[in-house]
């Protein structure tokens, strides 16, 4: 199992790093193509900018419109890069993943399944048609830490799991992140000219929206916890927190609606003070912030009843609830 020689925020020149890893990833292509996804991610982001400086038009970048992303987000990211002269290509894989996901509940299948559909079927079709030999990913060292200590399976982790991305998928993966942390990587990206909207971006896990539905991810519980979200973003915008996040649980709780008993779903909501991901506690949100966040929830998202927040640190709860 290879070992990652860890760089700290604290010891990392930004500007030295992007020299050193733009160079390596020059080196591994030759003058073949490489490709990456673009998530919207602090990490995805970063690795975008290297690519780019690397290689320039050599680089082809694509948006996995999975279906399970946030509002609007495809088109907010491709405006971003347009503007950083990055093209960046639109793919509609929605069918394909909501198809993978059918009928499973636990989460490291549905993990699993995101991973093979995204590797093997919509990357694999994407890698022929381009003829590109090199993935281009922003694996970081916490996902690796992850994944390795059985905490949680990352979605883009292999070789630290013996897994050979040649021999598995057909194409090499180059990480020019994974020595980083989520600290040091904001650092890379605001070197590397990207906006404070994506340097200081909240982290999104690979899973995107399923990582936060307990049970079956369907476009119909999708669409409720984006809805609910897209509320929780707008009222925790001036919040300084590491992350938050709205959850769809899977179990229906009795409530109450025009002096009727109704079976509703329940959201939690999440809100981290955090540094690494390593370890967290819960922000302290004022009730009155919480209070209205449950309002909004329970009057604009369809059969909510329900609306709690986590109070437990991390460990031993993780920062996504699947």
């Known amino acids: 199992m290879p070992q990652v020689k860890e760089i700290t925020a604290n010891e990392l020149d930004a500007k030295k790093f992007i020299e050193e890893k733009a160079a390596e990833i020059s080196q591994a ?10 998530s919207g991610g602090v990490d995805s982001s970063a690795v975008t900018m290297l690519g780019h400086k690397a290689l320039g038009d050599r680089l082809k970048t694509y948006f996995i419109d999975n279906g399970i992303m946030r509002e609007g987000e495809p088109q907010q990211i491709v405006s971003i890069f347009k503007k950083l002269g990055v093209n960046v290509q639109i793919v509609d894989a929605q069918d394909a993943f909501f198809g993978a996901l059918k009928g499973i509940a636990d989460p490291e299948e549905k993990r699993e399944a995101i991973t093979q559909t995204f590797y093997k079927k919509v990357f694999g079709d994407l890698v022929k048609n381009s003829g590109a030999k090199y993935l281009l990913q ?3 060292l916490t996902d690796v830490d992850e994944t390795v200590a059985g905490i949680k399976r990352q979605h883009n982790v292999f070789e630290q799991l013996g897994i050979d991305p040649q021999e598995a ?4 993966i180059i990480e020019p992140l994974v020595q980083l942390r989520k600290d040091g990587v904001r650092k890379v990206a605001e070197a590397a000219g990207l906006p404070v909207s994506i340097f200081n971006r909240m982290p999104f896990p690979g899973p995107a929206l399923s990582a936060r539905v307990i049970g079956e991810a369907t476009r119909e519980r999708i669409a409720l916890v984006r809805k609910a979200t897209v509320i ?29 008993r109704e079976f509703g779903q329940q959201i939690e909501i999440r809100c981290w003070d955090s540094i690494d991901a390593r370890q967290a506690r819960p922000t302290q949100l004022s009730f009155s912030a919480l209070e209205k966040l ?3 929830i329970l009057a604009e998202v369809p059969g909510v009843v329900s609306v709690t927040y986590n109070i437990a640190p991390k460990p031993p709860s993780t920062m996504e609830a699947v």
């Open 29 to 38: 292509v030759g003058n073949g193509i490489a490709i990456n996804a673009l």
């Open 138 to 140: 922003g694996t970081i």
């Open 169 to 172: 998928f057909g194409y090499k």
């Open 232 to 260: 929780l973003e707008q009222e925790l915008a001036a919040v300084k927190a590491f992350q938050y996040m709205a959850i769809l649980h899977n179990d229906r709780v009795t409530g109450m609606r025009n002096n009727k």
């Open 294 to 296: 449950a309002n909004r």
